[in-house]
């Protein structure tokens, strides 16, 4: 029997989607999104949970998860044993932070711009212990070397404080703006510096190649449900053997808690059968179940492999042409607005970019930022604004298009700039940047005339 053809990407990929037909999705990234057929595996598999709830939470539900994570693990080249699941990377993050344990002459260090969520979590662990919690301030564009060099010094800077730098978190991919972070090179970095490198990949798996037998970070975690097509929300929290015994508990403390020596008793798990041969470590078994939660997301990730193979012709077809249309929609908008992509300065004619080798792309909108009066006007923009006007600006952009053209794209100021950011996805087309282009350059010809 001949085996089915993939469907071809764009418009003709929409029909395995759940999308309302007049709703135009060109924000994939933050939310994520998922086909039909990975809909249909999890409503199965919460009718079997519902069926006999017992015998699917402490029986079958195990077993399944251990699937998942097999597919996981495979994806990420990694051994199935240092791979487990959380809600989301903000909970990935936050996990491998408080088992961390920082002590008062420790020092974290991370990147501006950092996801709002990591920033404000990091912000509450200091209400809770007296940790130091240093930033690499800059803004985009930068070149890697220019971000190396304020990373080193931000590290020397709080040793001369006399303290010790525990570990630095960064992005595979940052948020906003959307562009690939160089977290490569700064695994390598740390492991130099003797600092424990924490990724937060929340847009990393099914987005751009990962393989933790080559890059070897300490701690990294992502998201499934984004770019990976499970349903919301199942993310992939990796943590090396040689790292697994700083994991003593979960998000909230559960069934799996590891106490340390000399803690006070605590009764055995009643999810386990006590007189079953152990089959997981104490790593796994922490992290399998973490209160009663609806953890059917994670346990898609076999259907999702399936459809990405089958439906979409494996993982290297789906990443480039989803950093293919990403990039040609991005250079489309900058074309119709007269403004640039972000990427790093400098770059030569025919000269690849590292920040836009991934399927998020940042675009600049005509609009300037400057609290300070200025002399004239920035170049090439339609009207500079005041920082608290620049919000009410992009809070209408983004208000707009959903009401008026129901659609989204994130808009907002980084440096003294407007920008957008892009998702392309194996559903979109150029023609459907094109499209956006014109909106944009529309709303932002009415915020210079004031019409806001």
């Given at each position: 029997m001949?085996?089915?053809?993939?469907?071809?990407?764009?418009?003709?990929?929409?029909?395995?989607?759940?999308?309302d037909?007049?709703?135009?999705n060109l924000n994939h990234?933050?939310?994520g999104?998922?086909?039909?057929?990975?809909?249909?595996?999890?409503?199965?598999?919460?009718?079997?949970?519902?069926?006999?709830p017992?015998?699917?939470?402490?029986?079958?539900?195990t077993?399944?998860?251990?699937?998942?994570?097999?597919?996981?693990?495979t994806i990420i080249n990694?051994?199935k044993d240092e791979?487990?699941?959380?809600k989301?990377a903000t909970?990935?993050?936050a996990?491998v932070l408080?088992n961390?344990?920082?002590?008062?002459n420790?020092a974290?260090?991370?990147?501006?711009?950092?996801?709002g969520?990591?920033e404000k979590g990091?912000?509450s662990m200091?209400?809770?212990?007296?940790?130091?919690?240093r930033?690499?301030?800059?803004h985009?564009p930068?070149?890697?070397?220019?971000?190396?060099r304020?990373f080193?010094?931000?590290?020397?800077?709080?040793?001369a404080?006399?303290l010790?730098?525990?570990?630095a978190?960064?992005?595979?991919?940052v948020s906003n703006?959307?562009?690939?972070?160089p977290?490569?090179?700064?695994v390598?970095i740390?492991?130099?510096?003797?600092?424990?490198?924490?990724?937060d990949g929340?847009?990393g798996?099914g987005?751009?190649?990962l393989?933790m037998?080559?890059l070897q970070p300490?701690f990294?975690?992502?998201?499934?449900?984004?770019?990976l097509?499970t349903p919301r929300?199942?993310?992939?929290?990796?943590i090396?053997?040689?790292?697994?015994?700083f994991?003593?508990?979960?998000l909230?403390?559960s069934?799996?808690?590891?106490p340390?020596a000399?803690?006070?008793?605590?009764i055995a798990?009643?999810?386990?059968d006590?007189?079953?041969?152990?089959?997981?470590?104490p790593?796994?078994e922490?992290f399998?179940f973490?209160?009663?939660?609806?953890d059917?997301?994670?346990?898609?990730v076999?259907?999702a492999?399936k459809?990405?193979?089958?439906?979409?012709?494996?993982?290297?077809?789906i990443m480039?042409?989803?950093q293919?249309?990403?990039?040609?929609?991005?250079?489309?908008i900058?074309s119709?607005l007269?403004?640039?992509?972000?990427?790093e300065?400098?770059?030569k004619a025919g000269?690849k970019?590292?920040?836009?080798?991934?399927a998020?792309?940042?675009?600049?909108l005509?609009?300037?930022v400057?609290?300070?009066?200025?002399?004239?006007?920035a170049?090439?923009?339609?009207?500079?604004?005041?920082?608290?006007?620049?919000s009410?600006?992009?809070?209408?952009?983004?208000?707009t298009?959903?009401?008026?053209?129901d659609?989204?794209v994130?808009?907002?100021q980084h440096?003294p700039?407007?920008?957008t950011?892009?998702?392309?996805q194996?559903y979109?087309?150029?023609?459907?940047?094109?499209w956006?282009?014109?909106?944009?350059r529309?709303l932002?010809?009415q915020?210079?005339?004031?019409?806001?």
């Amino acid at each position: 029997m001949a085996t089915a053809q993939p469907t071809p990407f764009g418009k003709p990929m929409l029909k395995h989607w759940l999308f309302d037909p007049s709703y135009k999705n060109l924000n994939h990234g933050s939310f994520g999104a998922h086909p039909a057929p990975i809909r249909d595996a999890q409503r199965a598999f919460l009718d079997i949970a519902d069926l006999r709830p017992d015998p699917y939470i402490r029986k079958q539900h195990t077993k399944l998860l251990e699937k998942a994570r097999q597919g996981v693990a495979t994806i990420i080249n990694a051994p199935k044993d240092e791979c487990v699941f959380v809600k989301n990377a903000t909970t990935g993050v936050a996990t491998v932070l408080y088992n961390l344990n920082f002590q008062p002459n420790e020092a974290l260090i991370y990147f501006e711009p950092v996801y709002g969520a990591v920033e404000k979590g990091i912000v509450s662990m200091q209400e809770h212990s007296p940790f130091k919690a240093r930033k690499v301030n800059f803004h985009y564009p930068i070149t890697q070397d220019e971000l190396e060099r304020r990373f080193r010094e931000t590290v020397t800077r709080a040793r001369a404080e006399g303290l010790t730098v525990r570990a630095a978190v960064f992005d595979a991919i940052v948020s906003n703006p959307g562009v690939r972070f160089p977290f490569e090179k700064f695994v390598a970095i740390c492991r130099e510096e003797g600092i424990l490198s924490v990724i937060d990949g929340a847009h990393g798996i099914g987005q751009i190649p990962l393989d933790m037998s080559v890059l070897q970070p300490d701690f990294l975690t992502s998201n499934c449900h984004k770019w990976l097509y499970t349903p919301r929300s199942a993310a992939v929290l990796y943590i090396p053997k040689r790292n697994q015994h700083f994991m003593r508990s979960t998000l909230p403390t559960s069934w799996g808690f590891i106490p340390a020596a000399g803690s006070a008793e605590t009764i055995a798990s009643v999810l386990q059968d006590p007189t079953a041969a152990k089959t997981q470590t104490p790593f796994e078994e922490l992290f399998e179940f973490v209160a009663t939660s609806d953890d059917s997301a994670y346990i898609c990730v076999e259907a999702a492999l399936k459809f990405r193979k089958e439906v979409c012709g494996g993982e290297e077809a789906i990443m480039a042409y989803c950093q293919k249309v990403a990039n040609e929609g991005a250079d489309a908008i900058a074309s119709i607005l007269g403004t640039e992509v972000l990427q790093e300065p400098g770059l030569k004619a025919g000269e690849k970019s590292m920040m836009r080798a991934c399927a998020l792309t940042t675009v600049r909108l005509p609009i300037a930022v400057a609290d300070q009066p200025a002399d004239s006007m920035a170049s090439g923009a339609l009207v500079t604004l005041s920082s608290s006007e620049a919000s009410r600006a992009f809070a209408f952009i983004q208000r707009t298009l959903i009401e008026k053209y129901d659609t989204f794209v994130p808009t907002f100021q980084h440096g003294p700039w407007l920008w957008t950011r892009l998702s392309g996805q194996i559903y979109v087309e150029k023609s459907d940047f094109e499209w956006l282009g014109g909106i944009l350059r529309e709303l932002c010809e009415q915020i210079a005339r004031n019409e806001y």
